[in-house]
């Protein structure tokens, strides 16, 4: 017991003449970028499941170094396991469908389903960071990243520069990333707008983005802290989904024509956007509120606004109880549609209507540019609530968190079936 | 400086009335609040406290740093990725995904 109060009074000293030495503003560069002076193993496991739709299995190990004063390494292994039913892009209709699925079988969706695909895949990722400071208020973080699934492979690296001005009170940030996605779908990668039943496979598909940010950072007093960041994004490639479809409906009867009912989907080969990002956090007395603000809006039409809050109560002995609850609203994209109609009826919109005559058409390339059906795309709404439980283990301080989040996601017009997820994760953090 | 910068997000404020909303103005109008959300931030900011160095204990806590909870970030972050068309915000790189 003596020992372990001394451990404490120990660590809390170390920590505080850390505090003196360095006082230190977060930096908002990256996320495995912590300006403690702790090496750290840190572990999680995470379940993720969807009512009758996809279930996810994520692991998580991640080792923080310090190689010399201030300067930290971070490696992170990530592995997990993706299953389950996801859907197709075609829409419920009242009688029974039969579509071609990527790996070219014949699925059979009864009348009032909605028609999905199911996958297997399996994903391992590894980013790795290196921050470093180059003067007494300049730091370069440098990030690399690589990811491997079945049908997608995606490598990337950025450089970050964070400056401290105003005695250490203001953050400034600017950082570039590449990202290069190689694409290798199931059946071959379709082109876009092509009916399945006759599909031209392309083998590999590629996508570059780019991101440069800017980030200011401020420390508002002694309990507060402000972050705002704006990020310009762009990416230029494949950017449909291959296994996205987009059905091609009879206005009076709402169900698939008979010829050529079906279509891959196609979006655009250039998107830019513009993300806004506001963070605040305030201490009150040990517990911490922590609020977000997001606003993004890209030139494929999609708008959206995200906030976020959490709120961390402190009970004794360092145990912690976190609430949180999320909102995202979505406008959008141009091109989505929830189907295609040969003509304008009873609850169609005019923007989803197209000429009766390519009714059969092999291709829709003459009639539109881009079309999709992903319900990503269209207008939603996502809620989340969640709770998280922290303790501190007697051995080393290690930290441990278990949480549980609910979201639930439904289309503004309510024409699919509402999504519902629960997430489940324990992570541990060891310092050493 | 704080008074200041009020007194020209008014200015923005009435100007930004005047504007037709042609497609250009539209843009104007972007630009436009994007520098009015800048000037806020600042205008708040502006009047924050000095701190010495001993008063940024609290600061400096973990559950103060803007990277908290990061195992739980990373995987909200690819959930939210995998289920909304808008992505990014408090960082870059981190790598893609082909996510369902």
Not at chain 1, 208 to 223: E, I, P, S
Not at chain 2, 22 to 44: G, R, Y
Not at chain 2, 80 to 94: Q, R, V
Request: glycine share 6%; net charge neutral.
């Amino acid at each position: 017991m003596q020992l372990n109060k001394n451990n404490n009074i120990s660590a809390a000293l170390s920590r505080a003449s850390l505090i003196l030495l360095a006082a230190p503003i977060a930096n908002n560069a990256n996320a495995a970028d912590i300006n403690f002076s702790q090496n750290e193993y840190s572990a999680s496991a995470m379940i993720y499941i969807e009512e009758n739709r996809v279930r996810v299995n994520e692991d998580v190990i991640q080792i923080k170094n310090e190689i010399s004063d201030d300067e930290f390494v971070t490696a992170t292994l990530i592995y997990d396991v993706m299953s389950g039913p996801s859907p197709s892009g075609a829409p419920i209709t009242p009688v029974v469908q039969t579509i071609t699925t990527p790996s070219g079988n014949q699925k059979t969706i009864s009348a009032g389903d909605e028609p999905t695909y199911g996958f297997l895949d399996s994903r391992v990722a590894l980013l790795a960071n290196w921050a470093k400071p180059l003067s007494n208020d300049l730091k370069i973080t440098s990030n690399a990243s690589f990811s491997s699934e079945y049908d997608y492979i995606s490598s990337g690296g950025g450089v970050t520069f964070s400056k401290e001005t105003n005695q250490k009170h203001t953050t400034l940030s600017s950082g570039l990333a590449l990202t290069y996605d190689s694409i290798k779908s199931v059946g071959g990668t379709p082109e876009g707008l092509n009916s399945l039943d006759l599909k031209k496979q392309k083998s590999t598909e590629g996508k570059t983005a780019v991101d440069w940010l800017f980030g200011v950072t401020q420390v508002v007093n002694r309990h507060s802290l402000m972050q705002l960041n704006y990020t310009l994004g762009y990416s230029s490639g494949y950017q449909s989904d291959p296994y996205k479809i987009i059905a091609f409906l009879d206005a009076a009867s709402k169900t698939p024509v008979a010829i050529n009912p079906y279509y891959y989907e196609k979006r655009p080969d250039t998107r830019l956007s513009h993300v806004l990002y506001l963070k605040y956090i305030h201490d009150f007395s040990g517990d911490v509120f922590n609020a977000v603000y997001r606003f993004f809006k890209d030139d494929w039409g999609i708008s959206s606004h995200t906030l976020d809050f959490r709120y961390t109560f402190l009970f004794k002995k360092q145990r912690k109880l976190q609430l949180h609850a999320r909102y995202y609203n979505q406008q959008r994209a141009n091109f989505y549609h929830y189907a295609l109609y040969n003509s304008a009826g009873t609850g169609i919109n005019n923007r989803d209507v197209i000429a009766n005559s390519a009714v059969g058409n092999d291709s829709l390339s003459a009639e539109l540019d881009f079309a999709s059906a992903d319900h990503r795309l269209g207008d939603l709404e996502t809620y989340t609530i969640g709770v998280k439980f922290q303790t501190t283990l007697s051995y080393k301080e290690t930290l441990l968190d278990v949480r549980f989040d609910h979201f639930r996601q439904q289309d503004k017009s309510k024409r699919f079936t509402e999504l519902r997820g629960w997430i489940a994760q324990i992570a541990a953090k060891l310092p050493f | 400086m704080g008074f200041r910068n009020l007194t020209s997000v008014v200015q923005l404020l009435q100007i930004s009335r005047k504007i037709k909303k042609t497609k250009k103005a539209k843009k104007i109008m972007k630009s436009v609040t994007a520098l009015i959300l800048f000037t806020v931030f600042f205008a708040t900011t502006t009047a924050c406290t000095t701190l010495k160095p001993w008063e940024r204990d609290i600061l400096a806590r973990e559950d103060m740093q803007l990277t908290a909870d990061e195992m739980i970030t990373l995987m909200d972050d690819q959930i939210y990725y995998s289920k909304e068309a808008a992505h990014g915000g408090p960082g870059i790189g981190g790598g893609g995904c082909g996510c369902n």
